[in-house]
Structures are given as structure tokens and as C-alpha cells.
DNA sequence: AAGGTATGTGAGCAATGACTCGTGTTACAA
DNA sequence: TTGTAACACGAGTCATTGCTCACATACCTT
């Protein structure tokens, strides 16, 4: 079980045409695991695809795993963002409009290009990247903020709480994209995640 | 993303010493991927550490992934067994009773070899090696057929609700697993995930 | 124009990968 | 004892991998 991931810095590019190259390797990556899965991707294939030698790829990424981390952070970003917009207006809402806003907004964020979202969870569970996992506790610290203030709900720990909760959103999420991505449509089970929710809160 | 998994068949072992050889390379896989995870898993690697040729492994596993689903099935049969066995006492017990029961064969089962079970886990999901999640299925099942015999729950569809709970109740371990193995041993962690079983089941 | 820095190139190296196949060895039945 | 099927071996094939490096081109400053 490999724990390390060395990242030795690298030139930033700084002139227009650099940062499109860096995009364009990026793009690759990304184009890459959604159609083949990491078990497809190489530097070599990358670099071909995104239209640039190998040479300019580790300008820029000093290796394999700076790839997929560097995908992760942006997906960690968007993902944070999303429940950071939304957790704003769950302080007027009621328990289970609340609940229901999270889960959407979770829902939502996983339906748009699912195949790299998974791709990219599981390669984070595989190699060591724990540090994208930033998004999983930034969201908690959001939710345990909000627990906090309500005094409509029945909670003993909001810290516990809140890991519980997203923990379970999310991975119901996942469990469900992987054996099939339709269920994300099925209202019927987004009502459910959230009923398990608030329940869970023990909202009075 | 690859989809498929082919598995051509190969002999199956029939003296004793082939036993012994199939044996020990299912022995030197599960050492290799608790020790270096899947990227350090190789066949070559595999049957050195097992002591045994290379052809002798290729001789009972045709490819490398039916290593992985091998030791994965085996996993995964030992996990129903657990379940299955708790779930037999679950009928006569309270609600509470069942719950905390349930969630505890759950964390023992991932307790024991944790590295093990998280790599596989994972390499699960990286392959698209779905078959070995009859485990989730059969659970679900079981989890939903008790259901079905409980008036003190206020649940509308058992189904949905055992998908719902084995999936929130699994991956609450595996993340802690991931974050914090010794997670696994703090009562309040237990507690919280037990607490969650009932209140989303709606106990009267 | 000159010169430096940033950017880009791709042949190729060393390592490793999964897997084959021809050959030797053991077990067992006749 | 002998024949044959099961078992074991491991050198070797061929593809691919991550990654380097010596060199070329573009850009910007002076």
C-alpha cells in the first residue's frame, strides 16, 4: 500500500500558450479515464491525445499521480463549491427542504460526467491521495457549522453527525452510480436518501 | 472504463499438491496487496512469493484480474456467512438490539485484515469486477426480508430502505478505514452509525 | 539584432508488465 | 513396469511503461 505521493514542483507556466498546453494535457487525462478507466492511462497516451510531446507533459506534471491529483483537486474545488453556494440557503430552511438541498445539490454534482467522477474516487482510494479528500471535509465542517445552529434537530456530536451524514449521502451516490448510473434519475431515490437524512437528524 | 471481465476457464486442481499450489498463490496475492496494495501486484511477483513458477500460476488463473476476483469472491463469501449467521438472531430482538448487532458484524468483519479488505475493495471498483458484489445484493436481500416481518418499523419500501442502509452502514466503514483504522475501535463511532439504522428505519 | 528564458520536441532507455510454450517431473492406473 | 495425464518449470517474447535528455523553436526584453 503505497502512503506517499512526492511532488516535486514543477515550472508553472506563464505565458498564454503554456497554459494551454497544460489544459490540453488535462483535458487528455480526463478524456482518458472517462473512456478507459485508469487501468487506460499512461503519460505516453496522454500526451499524444492532449497533441503534445512527452517531454512538455513532465514540464509541468513531474509524474503519473500529479496527473490524476491535479483532476481530483478541480473536481474536489467544484464539488466544494456547490455545497459552499448552497449551504447558505439552508440557514432559513426547514429541516427537510434543508436535507432535500443537500442531497440535490450532491445528486447534481455527480450526474454530470459520472464515469470520470468514478474513475477518479476510486483512484484516490487506490493510490494514497488523501488529500483530495478535502472536499469530503470541508463539506462536514460546513454541515456541522449548520447543525449547530438548529435547535430543531436531535443531535448528540454535529461532528459525528455531519462525517455520518456526508459520508452516507455521498456514498449512496457513488454505490448507486456504479451499479447504475439511471438510479441518479429516480426520484424515488433521492426521496429516499433523504428521508434517511432527516431522520437521522431526529427533527422534531 | 472497462466493462468487461473475460475468464476463460482453466484447469481446476485435482491432486492434492496442485491444491497446495493454487493454495499458495491465493496466499501470496492476498500478501502482496495488503503489503504493497494492487499497483505492486504482479503475476510474476505473485509467483515468486508463492514460491512457484510462473506457468504453474497461469496453468489455474488465466489472467491476472481472476486473481483479484478469486480472493474477492472468497471475501466476499465470508462476509454474507457473517451476516447471514447474525441475521437469524435478528428476528427475535428489538429493533435496537438488531441494529447494533447488524452494524457490529459489519465493522468485525472489516476489522479483521483491514489493509487486505480495503485493497480489494477498491481494486472492486477500479475493474469492473461487479460480479463479486453479491455480497451488497445477498445482504440487501436478507436485511429486506426482515424487514418485511417488522410492524414496529415505519418503512414504505424495504427494498429501497435495505439498499439504503447496508450501503450507508458498509461505507461508513470503509471510510473510516480509509481516514482512520483505528476508527473502528471508538464506541461513539458504533454508536453513531447504530443510532442512524434506527432513526432512518422510523422505530415506534 | 542579440541574447536569454520559456516552451516544445521525440528518440530512446531501462524497467517491468502479462503471458506462452517447450520441456521436464510426478502421480496413478493398467 | 510402463504409459499417460496432471503438474511444474522458467527462459524468453513482445508490448508497454514512466521518464530523461539533448536539442530545436518561440517569445520577450534590451
Known sequence: MEVVEVVKPRKKPSQERAQRTVEAILQATAHILREEGAE???TNKVAKRAGVSIGSLYQYFPNKNSL???????HSDDQVREVAENIGLLFGASIHEAARRFVEATV??????PRLHL???????VRGLGRALQDHARARELIAAWLRTRDDVDVDDPDM???MLVTAVESAV????FEDPDKLDDPAFTDAIVQMVVRTLGAR
Open 119 to 125: 474513475a477518479i474516487t476510486s483512484e484516490i482510494l
Open 68 to 74: 490524476i491529483l491535479a483532476l481530483a483537486t478541480q
Open 40 to 42: 487506460g492511462l499512461s
Open 174 to 177: 457513488h454505490m448507486a452510480l
Open 161 to 163: 453527525t455531519a462525517w
Open 108 to 113: 447534481s454534482v455527480h450526474r454530470q460526467d
